[in-house]
């Protein structure tokens, strides 16, 4: 399905989107005639969807900088080790990447309040009729809830904002707990949920769909049930997990008639920009559109920051990427050789440049014998279809929510509730170990703690690089947030006599070294500080 773009002039909102935003250009809106067709009233939800694909959110920093620096991901580039970067735990509140991602946030959280106030005060027929009203007011607090997920997975705590700022006298707002959040959090994707399309009807992954509202209500409660609420939420979580299960509407991507994997297939459709409307196994993801050479620049750096480096300008036919971060040698070490992820989620190929050409090379067997770190593989520019490549802009998709997360969910969230593995948890992660190709795991062979494990191991090889790692590692509690970071610059040796982390002189090993108690989360921008000064900082800045 083409993406398409479509902007409003009047309103300054421009958004990449797939048929269903193919709306008309609006010109001079004001509150007179704001909302009052379906038409108008579908464009301002693009407004909202928008923020997500701004490069303070999914464009580029919450998978970037903001969740580099972990056991899964590190900054590569060593003539930048003094650089101030969130990446490298070097940093303080002023840093611009935290401010460009709390702005964003708050911009998407800003015009959702917008829109959900002027919708419910508009008729059934201004917005093209009840069910429409109603999907449009679902969607809007869908995406409002979102938003505070971000917030809450780096932040923390953080004002809760309901009502569109207008003025400065408005902004005045202290932080509310993670509790609070969380309550409010689930209260809008539990209002949004009957509202939402069913995923066969809206037939692409572009919008929110009803169960990717019951996925991110199983996230929400699982993320409160971890470190630091730990909150007895983990039956919720599953019977979320399992109502997108039940659905029947999602299945993981299979095998394809040529052999190639299903997990890689869903991957390399995913960066040619095809949508899968048979398996629907992409929940929801956030659009990107063109090459960045457009008046409209809707464009993203997915499988470009984070993708397989090559560095020449001078060859047209090849992309040309920074990928200036590695997953790490800590993840590497996670996978089995018989994983079909491994050398998907890691690079396989490099590019060699000679005479200004460059050439894609496979990595011999010797290359993978020796095989430390590198380039991620997961999103690969090779596939965008958009021409002429341009430097530092993607078309590629960034998925949200994958229907293998909730299977791994159901998992963990299964073997909690009960204190052991049962046959759902075992059937649920062998389902995602069977499409991987590595052996699955008997009911009878685990305990609840190595069970545990496991999924950790699990997630961590499906999800890398989508999931906020720092979330995922916070959520599994504080000591292990620090024990996994802090690998980074283990001297000792593992059981193939190599070192685990990374030479105490190089960039990579900087997050671990850097390492304070005050990390945990990130501290409030100052820009958030000078314009609220109720809200306080967080604990330790």
């Not at 509730?417 to 190709?437: F, L, M, Q, W």
Request: with cysteine; aromatic share 12%; hydrophobic share 35%.
């Amino acid at each position: 399905m083409m993406k398409k773009i479509v902007y409003i002039i009047g309103v300054t909102l421009a958004f990449s989107s797939c048929s269903f935003l193919d709306t008309e250009v609006y010109g001079n809106l004001d509150e007179k005639n704001l909302y009052h067709d379906e038409n108008s009233c579908m464009a301002g939800l693009a407004g909202i969807y928008d923020r997500l694909g701004a490069e303070g959110v999914y464009g580029l920093n919450i998978w970037g900088e903001l969740d580099a620096g972990t056991d899964l991901t590190v900054y590569r580039a060593d003539y930048n080790k003094s650089k101030a970067l969130p990446s490298l735990n070097n940093y303080n509140n002023t840093d611009p990447y935290l401010q460009l991602t709390w702005q964003h946030l708050y911009e998407g959280i800003n015009r959702a309040n917008d829109y959900i106030a002027s919708i419910t005060g508009r008729t059934d027929s201004d917005c093209g009729g009840a069910r429409k009203k109603t999907m449009f007011l679902a969607e809007a607090k869908a995406l409002r809830a979102l938003f505070y997920m971000n917030l809450v997975a780096y932040w923390g705590e953080v004002p809760l904002r309901l009502e569109v700022v207008r003025d400065l006298a408005q902004q005045q707002l202290k932080k509310s707990s993670q509790p609070e959040i969380y309550r409010q959090i689930i209260k809008d994707l539990e209002e949004a949920e009957p509202g939402c399309l069913p995923a066969d009807e809206l037939n692409a992954p572009g919008r929110i769909a009803k169960t990717t509202v019951q996925a991110l209500l199983a996230r929400a409660y699982m993320w409160q049930a971890g470190y630091p609420v730990e909150a007895d939420t983990w039956e919720d979580a599953l019977i979320w997990a399992r109502k997108v299960r039940d659905s029947g509407l999602h299945t993981l991507y299979k095998t394809t008639e040529d052999g190639v994997n299903g997990y890689r297939a869903l991957f390399i459709n995913m960066c040619s920009n095809k949508y899968d409307l048979t398996y629907r196994e992409s929940m929801f993801e956030v659009e990107f559109y063109g090459n960045g050479l457009d008046k409209t620049n809707e464009s993203g750096k997915v499988g470009l920051y984070m993708g397989i480096s090559q560095q020449t300008t001078t060859d047209p036919d090849v992309p040309r990427a920074y990928a200036w971060y590695h997953g790490t040698k800590l993840f590497f070490k996670m996978f089995e050789d018989a994983d079909a992820r491994k050398w998907w989620n890691f690079a396989d190929y490099k590019y060699v440049t000679t005479d200004g050409k460059v050439k894609k090379v496979m990595l011999s067997d010797s290359d993978k014998a020796s095989y430390v770190d590198g380039d991620p593989g997961k999103w690969r520019a090779e596939y965008d279809p958009v021409r002429p490549w341009s430097l530092n802009s993607s078309s590629i998709n960034f998925p949200v929510m994958r229907y293998s997360d909730v299977l791994l969910m159901i998992a963990e969230c299964a073997n909690e509730v009960a204190g052991s593995p049962t046959k759902e948890a075992v059937d649920a992660i062998n389902e995602v170990r069977k499409r991987a190709g590595i052996s699955e795991i008997g009911l009878t062979d685990c305990t609840q703690s190595s069970f545990r494990d496991s999924i950790k191991v699990e997630r961590t090889r499906e999800l890398c690089f989508e999931v906020p790692r720092h979330m995922e590692l916070r959520r599994w509690g504080k000591q292990y947030f620090f024990d996994r970071i802090n690998l980074l610059k283990d001297q000792s040796m593992d059981s193939q006599n190599k070192k685990i982390g990374y030479d105490l002189t190089t960039v990579k090993a900087l997050p671990a070294i850097n390492l304070a108690e005050k990390h945990i989360y990130y501290p409030i921008p100052q820009a958030e500080l000078n314009t609220n000064p109720t809200c306080g900082q967080n604990v330790n800045w």
